[in-house]
């Protein structure tokens, strides 16, 4: 197992990048702790794969260096590096069986005929195939192949690293809680360091200790799924973890002051004068629907979603979503909202402004 040290990274797929446009993977700098299990979370697009593929070696980056542990690895291949990796789609040996499909890795490295034995039957049954070690992978559907991949990435114990790139997505719903709770108790067992690429935030969330979460070819925040809820960085952390995703809100900030559409706000911490783009972000759990003192709003809908409701309402001319208990009655008299002052970020240009206190 090793720590993973991403020194000045960057890729561009061009052979002559000119501009931060032009790379597929902007300039990175981050250690990935020895045994830390991670999710890298983002939209489709925002590079990921290309994280992986350097991390693992089947590409080589335009720029900056790979470390594990102390070990200069930029140049060093896949097999090399000691790193198993599972695709989206099932890469498995369709003339072998089930069991030599899991073995291979295994004999590849010269395992005990018995370890092999006992090793490829423990990670049947993780992956639910023990009663079909001795079929041949021809023939049996995607989902049971991908099944394969996975049990073949998790076989070997002594791997510097495991990568998964969306390895669930062909497999059904329920099959994916069962293997993503497998996969965790094998992370809390061996204790390898994990990256689990996805773009779906329950997800990344469930799956890891800490969210690296991507936009854009850039990392944008990594934190524990907490600090992403309670502190987005970037606005685009805050729309995309949640749901729904946090408020943006346009303002003016004066000091400890905010202005929305005339209408004053006071803020937790004092700010120093501002210039950009300027929103307060503020997640829907911590808006209130009252009669009472606040913003103007108008409720558009109201969705009861089971567990809580939500609000979407109109605050002058922007959507705002609010999110309250299943037994909050909604009534027309509510047409102001307030905010939880301690839960209200600043925005500059879509990065996140610490203040002072006020
Ligand atoms: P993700 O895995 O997050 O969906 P990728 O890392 O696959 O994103 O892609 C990031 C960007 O790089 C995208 O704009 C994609 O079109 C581009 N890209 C990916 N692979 C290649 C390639 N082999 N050649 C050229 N461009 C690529
Ligand atoms: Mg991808």
Same mark, same amino acid.
């Given at each position: ?14 052979? %002559?990048?000119?501009s =931060? ?6 300039e990175?700098n981050?250690a990935?702790?020895? @045994?830390?299990?991670y ?16 991390? %693992? ?7 900056g ?7 200069d690895? /930029?140049h060093? %291949? ?6 198993? #990796? ?6 498995v040996?369709?003339?072998? /069986?089930?069991?030599?499909?899991l ?8 395992? %005990?005929?018995?370890?092999?034995? =006992?090793?490829?039957? #423990?990670? +049947?049954?993780m992956?639910?195939?023990e ?9 049996l559907?995607?989902d049971a192949k #991908? ?8 076989v ?5 690293a ?10 059904d ?7 993503r709770?497998q996969?965790k108790?094998?992370?809390? =067992?061996? @204790?390898?360091?994990?990256?689990y690429?996805?773009h779906? #935030?329950?997800?990344?969330l ?15 925040q990594? +934190?524990?799924?907490?600090?992403l ?15 729904? !995703?946090?408020?943006?809100i ?26 950009g783009?300027?929103?307060?972000g503020?997640?829907?759990e911590?808006? $209130?629907?009252?009669? +009472? =003192?606040?913003?103007p ?8 979603? !089971? ?6 309402? *109109? ?15 909604i ?6 909202? $307030?905010?939880?002052? *301690? ?6 240009? *879509? ?8």
């Open positions: 197992m090793a720590k993973i040290t991403l020194d000045n990274l960057a890729h561009s797929y061009l052979s %002559s990048p000119k =931060e446009d032009d790379y597929a993977l902007k990175l981050h990935w702790s020895d @045994g830390e299990a999710a890298l979370l983002g939209s489709s697009g925002c590079g990921k794969s290309t994280l992986l593929n350097i991390i %693992s070696g089947l590409l080589e980056p335009s720029q260096r790979i470390l594990f542990d102390d070990q690895v /930029t060093a %291949s896949t097999a090399d590096r000691n790193i198993a #990796q599972v695709f989206q789609f099932p890469v040996y369709d003339t072998m /069986t089930v069991r030599d499909n073995a291979f890795p295994l004999k590849n490295r010269g395992a %005990s005929p018995q370890y092999i034995a =006992e090793r490829v039957q #423990q990670i +049947g049954a992956i639910g195939m009663a079909m070690l001795d079929k041949r992978a021809r023939g559907t995607a #991908q099944k394969i991949s996975l049990g073949r990435g998790m070997r114990e002594d791997v510097n495991l990568l998964f790139d969306e390895p669930l997505t062909v497999i719903p329920h099959m994916k809680w069962e293997l709770t996969l108790s094998l992370h809390h =067992e061996f @204790g390898h360091t994990m990256i690429v996805t779906d #935030q329950t997800e990344a469930t799956f890891a200790d800490k969210v690296v979460v991507m936009y854009d070819g850039r990392v944008v990594i +934190g524990t799924p907490q600090e809820f309670e502190k987005p960085e970037h606005t685009f952390v805050g729309y995309f973890i949640g749901s729904p !995703g946090m408020n943006v346009p303002a003016a900030i004066e000091r400890n002051m905010a202005n929305v559409h005339g209408a004053e706000l006071p803020l937790a911490k004092a700010f120093a004068p501002l210039s783009k300027v929103e307060l503020v997640r829907p911590y808006v $209130t629907l009252t009669e +009472g =003192e606040g913003l709003v108008q409720v558009r809908r109201v969705e009861d979603v !089971g567990r809580h409701k939500i609000i979407r309402a *109109d605050l002058f001319g922007t959507e705002i979503n609010i999110v309250a208990g299943e037994d909050t009655a009534s027309p008299d509510m047409t102001r909202v $307030t905010f939880d002052a *301690d839960h209200v970020n600043v925005y500059v240009d *879509d990065w996140l402004k610490e203040g002072e206190a006020a």
